[in-house]
């Protein structure tokens, strides 16, 4: 008789965002007037920049001609676009990088899920509380986090740092020495960052103390003060200890186009063994790579054009992002992010859960937004907006909310 992973049996609950699917479609369904506004999983809703749809439909024209026609792509991607991206978010950036250490992927979600396959199941992961769930998910599936508390909703192998209010949502060094460090910045959900000196200190501390940095950067295009660093190699010693995912979906509307890629550098390493090689391994047997077609409108966020045209998009969310957070503070809420990140966390009000006031919204006002409990226990109290709506959505839900 064949034996499942019973990993997965552990896991409490499906994932947070099919989670809130199904409640938001229930509620539509019994309330087919409701014109309900959505504003909790971090989609985009603005279309493909011209210079993108130029990009697929030149590409598609390629596909159809014998001369032209791709078929399978280069296991870490095609060259085009990781020396682009090794020009552009790297070297412009002062960070050494090299074309040859960038995977390209479909996405950050993938791969922030797949990283952990690479290391052994006896290591212990630190994260940030709250945290993106499928870090966590991924290590629960793989057998490295413990038993699960449902009282105090933790894992019992899990080295968790509070990200609150008191902190600035900023982790602290752990006490216990972790193995393998995920961080987020900015940040999802809380939207906060960090600077480039803090970040520092954890590069430093990974070196010291041997653990490897999962640094997830898909939010880095909206970051807007100068001090906020970009990509964990513009610190010393990052190559020697940091993994950074990065994402298409956030900074160029590609959430259902696909496009990311992971920076493996050749001088992180166990011992002797070079975990460039390794991931290098594993991406060659479960990839076939991105499609050809996604990968030169990927390349194409980089022209000239491109980068206009994106910086535009990105400004328009964080204009939503502004009007969310100016527009509740006035109602008194408390709220931060918003600032460097297309994520508001605001503090649930008069004392409800963050799934009480989650079902609030939905009924009062049909303003659907995300439970900070689904990131993790210290996202009890606390709620996350996303600025990826469209404007009038967010105008009308602020106002909606504000007259409660
Ligand atoms: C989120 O809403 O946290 C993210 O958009 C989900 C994702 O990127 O997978």
Redesign the pocket.
Known sequence: MFQINENYLKLPGSYL?STIGKKVNAYAAAHPDAKIIRL????VTQPLAPAIIEALHKAVDEMGAAETFRGYAPDLGYEFLRSTIAEYDYKARGCHVEADEIFISD???SDSGNIQEIFGTGNRIAVCDPV?P?YVDSNVMAGRTGTYDPDKETWSDVIYMPCVAENGFAPELPKETPDMIYLCFPN??TGATITKAQLQEWVDYANKVGAVIIYDA?YEAYISEADVPHSIYECEGARTCAIELR?F??NAGF?GVRLGFTVVPRDLKCGDVALHGLWARRHGTKFNGAPYIVQRAGEAVYSEAGKAQLKQQVAYYMNNARYILTGLREAGYTVSGGVNAPYIWLKAPKGMTSWEFFDYLLETVHVVG?PGAGFGPSGETYF?L?AFGSYENTVEAVERIKNI
């Open positions: 965002f909790g999983i971090g989609d996405g950050a979600k993106y499928v999802n959900p898909a994402s979906s956030k959430t995300t996350r996303t």
